[in-house]
């Protein structure tokens, strides 16, 4: 069966760095995109971005771009999400999500997310 | 950036009574406009695709309608299980966007 296991909670000072990793399984990893979605405390959905994990191209929401960096290890089927220069309201529970299928953009499968927090 | 609105935050609903979610978009995006739900401390859950369309798995209680800029998600005959918000999501074009969220809970 198809899985999306995301690495554990994360607390980072504002300024700092956090990379967040999403490791899939139950499918080729290289067939479907993945994408990155984050939700503030008490907030609604908001979408990041997706990369190819075939080709390593993908593409960024205009918010997050020059912060924002997608990469994938296609020898252990993971995907990562890095976001730079930290700011108090990147804290959030950020997902991977995989698509029906892989030019699709909406989404069957989600990681169990993984909680960043920025605080001083 | 196609800009989602829901017109309702907050429903109290009955149990076995019909919910009726709208979303609304500020520009036409033909049938491109997916709804899913999301629990406490879950992930969202994709409910139905393509304005429409059923997803395998989901009770037959759960239906959507809709084109253009106007979208109903339907929830017939509700039940317990069915406290949660409700969000839909367009793929029209990129950026994709989600709307704000409809929490429904049960009186």
């Known amino acids: 069966q198809v899985q999306l296991v995301q690495s554990g909670a994360e607390v980072k000072k504002p300024g700092a760095s956090v990379k967040v990793s999403c490791k899939a399984s139950?499918?080729?990893?290289?067939?479907?995109?993945v994408h990155w979605v984050r939700q503030a405390p008490g907030k609604g959905l908001e979408w990041m971005g997706w990369i190819n994990p075939n080709t390593g191209g993908g593409n960024s929401a205009q918010k997050f771009q020059g912060r924002v960096t997608m990469t994938r290890d296609t020898s252990i089927s993971t995907a990562y999400m890095e976001l730079s220069r930290l700011k108090s309201d990147d804290t959030a529970v950020y997902y991977c999500?995989?698509?029906?299928?892989?030019?699709?953009?909406?989404?069957?499968?989600w990681g169990q997310g993984t909680v960043v927090t920025v605080s001083s | 950036e196609i800009v989602l609105t829901q017109s309702s935050d907050f429903q109290s609903v009955t149990p076995k009574e019909k919910v009726t979610i709208t979303c609304r978009a500020s520009?036409?995006?033909?049938?491109?406009l997916h709804w899913y739900q999301q629990k406490p401390d879950q992930s969202p859950k994709l409910l139905i695709k393509y304005a429409s369309q059923s997803i395998s798995g989901v009770p037959s209680r759960f239906s959507g309608s809709g084109s253009g800029t106007d979208f109903t998600l339907s929830i017939n005959s509700l039940e317990a299980e069915d406290a949660a918000t409700y969000y839909c999501?367009?793929?029209?074009?990129?950026?994709?966007?989600f709307g704000g969220g409809t929490k429904v809970e049960i009186k």
């Open positions: 139950g499918y080729t990893f290289t067939d479907y995109y």
């Open positions: 999500a995989r698509p029906e299928t892989s030019n699709l953009y909406y989404f069957d499968y």
């Open positions: 999501q367009q793929s029209h074009s990129l950026p994709l966007t």
């Open positions: 520009q036409s995006i033909g049938r491109s």
